[in-house]
């Protein structure tokens, strides 16, 4: 891990994009030991993309012979086979298959369902910089785990009723896990977005892309519960300003190209000095930023196309960032 964090740090300074891959249901991985790996990948200072893959069975492989499958006690699910950013089969055409493991001896098919559900939080969070910051901004204020924050909402411990938009994306997560059980194939239709198949992840993040506000006033209601769940002190207002910060560097659909953004505090000099060797310390010293994105006109076909489809493993499915010359020296 040592080197694979010194790799990461000169990856970040050189502003070349990085992504790992795991993969869900590997003989021997338990709920508990998976979540300590992505803790460990995200505590490694992870910048740019984490992408996360139902372990899949294929013919003269390990994972295919009968002795090996007993052995780990491998159960499998054959589901429909979507092709990820590719069109759906038209009725006639040839159906596909493939399969993807969803019982071993050390993980039963609710940890199963568990680790899914979390895997899919993760990526909405951070691989698609959702709540890249906030992330990043708990587990360096407050030292909280990444992965104790994702459990929490992601194990369904938040609010019907003062979160009803986050409720309802995550049980879209828990409705695919079911599909999945019944044989469906993994992708997602969004029509509006193009007539391709989109990734459970990647749908939810296109909804929400389109709700920044009520899904960031909720995510405010849940990490105050978080938080006072665990005890800890916190200052409100500052709370705001990391959320009004991850808010601004999410694209949307419909903002315009430019507009300003100020904070009370160095929110915008702190985040972006936080992955580097020398951070800087968060401080009452008011900041302004410019905020630039494409102003995609509500095309939501171009918007998802260059956004998820070319900007996700670029590196490039933020907005960009401008200091204002009169906050750019603290």
Known sequence: MSTYVNLQKKFNEADIPVYSELILGL????????????EDLLQAGLKNQLFIYLCQVFPNTELADEGYREQHGILTKRIELNELHGSFRKPGEIIEYE?????????SLSSWKSMVVFSLTTMVFHSLKL??????????????????????????????????????ELQNFYDHTDRV??????????????????????????????????????????????????????????????????????????????????????????????????????????QSILIKQKDFQNDKKLFAKEIILWGRKSGTNLTEVEFLPEASIV
């Not at 003989?27 to 992505?38: D, L, V």
């Not at 909280?144 to 009723?161: G, R």
């Not at 992708?187 to 909804?207: C, H, N, Q, T």
């Not at 160095?266 to 310390?281: G, K, R």
């Open 99 to 107: 399969d993807v493991v969803i019982t071993t001896k050390t993980m």
């Open 131 to 168: 709540g890249f910051f906030i992330l990043m901004y708990l587990a360096q204020r407050f030292e909280i785990k990444y992965t104790d924050f994702l459990s929490f909402i992601s194990e369904n411990n938040i609010s019907k009723k003062s979160t009803p938009f986050i409720k309802s």
């Open 181 to 286: 059980l019944e044989g469906k194939g993994r992708g997602i239709s969004l029509p509006e977005y193009g007539e391709i198949s989109w990734d459970v992840e990647e749908a939810s993040f296109l909804r929400i892309s389109e709700n920044l506000d009520t899904f960031y006033n909720e995510l405010f209601d849940v990490i105050v519960c978080f938080l006072k769940e665990k005890n800890i002190n916190f200052d409100r207002e500052e709370l705001k300003q990391a959320l009004n910060y991850q808010k601004c560097r999410i694209p949307q659909p419909s903002a315009r190209s430019e507009r300003e953004v100020s904070f009370d505090q160095n929110f915008p000099l702190y985040f972006d000095t936080l992955l580097s060797d020398c951070p800087e310390p968060l401080a009452e010293h008011s």
């Open 27 to 38: 003989p021997g991985e338990t709920y508990n030991s998976w979540k300590q790996g992505i």
